[in-house]
């Protein structure tokens, strides 16, 4: 597992071996993703998201590429000390690494983010859920987006912020914006 893009790119991560609710997001859908966003976002200008972190490795490509505002959230005790590491090997003293329940962060958020990011186990029973609860709880700004990692079993096309979606074999990403008026 590598960084792909910016001025951390080619860094190795590597995490514990035994993770039993963290699924890496793949260098090729990673890869896939990041055109996407470079080719719409401003990353230097966005205040970031991670939910369901992970290895963090989502967050470290934003960083590489120049995000400065961050907020990563884990609940897995195991992980959170992973990217917790890897942030301080990386030097990425902005990173804001919350061990919390995503939902329960969710729910007990009043700032707003540019671009959120969930990567959720795919086993996830309410994964569904996610999309609502970003827009009702207006976690995201305006013109903001949501992504969301999922299987090719889930289709959120019917989704009222639904915008498109990119498919990498046994990895989807959907986006969402923002678009009050």
Partial sequence: MRIIGGELGGRKINPPSKMPYTRPTTDIAKEGLF?????????????????????????YELASRGATDQTIVEKDSKMHEF?????????????????MDVFK???????QFDFIFAGPPYSLSNIDDLPALIFEKRILNEKGWFVLEHTPRNDYKDFPFYKTERNYGSTVFTIFIENRR
């Fill in 35 to 59: 055109n996407i966003i470079e080719n719409n976002l401003v990353i230097p200008e966005l205040k970031t998201l991670d939910l369901f972190g992970g290895t963090g490795s989502i967050s």
């Fill in 83 to 99: 990217i917790k590491k890897m942030a301080s090997q990386l030097q990425l003293k902005h990173l804001k690494i919350i061990k």
């Fill in 105 to 111: 962060f969710i729910d007990q958020r009043t700032e």
